[in-house]
């Protein structure tokens, strides 16, 4: 088995801990815990670190990096959807359940949507519900916000 590896980063959205082994990222969660003292982490972990900081720059707009999560054949389909997701722009819950041809799916789709472990990196924050509506989002829905407004480039929008 493989050795586990974290990275705490922090991020314009609080902090982040990045999880992985030296061939996959495994998590990209939110997290309020303090600073841990983790061990050193391996290359792949740091690129995705600098990834994670470009975007957060405005210099990357989609990840290059291999990613592992577990779960069902229902859940990979629903993820590898999630990717196709253009940067900056949303779909509902209901058009997603459409993209894998099974409209019945909506509940399972937001189940799964929300069972994403690769935060930020598979874009589950860009699924919204009917109307555009923000719903769910296990880091919040003022960072759901604040990730939509940052792709979008209405960051300061708020403030004029």
Known sequence: MDTLYHLRID??????????????ITSVSFTNDPEEEFHEAPPLLL???QQLFEYFAGDRRAFDLPISQHGSV??????????KIPYGQTITYL??????NNVKSIRAVG??????ALAIIV???????ANGVLTGYAGGLWRKRWL???ERGDLFSGLR
């Open 148 to 150: 939509l407004d940052h």
């Open 111 to 116: 189940t799964t949507n929300g069972k994403n």
């Open 123 to 129: 874009p589950c924050h860009r699924v919204v519900g």
């Open 11 to 24: 991020t314009p959205v609080g902090a982040l801990l990045i999880s992985g082994t030296t061939a996959y």
């Open 47 to 49: 690129e995705c670190a």
């Open 74 to 83: 229902f859940q990979h389909t629903v993820w590898s959807q999630l990717v």
């Open 95 to 100: 058009q997603l359940a459409k993209r894998i």
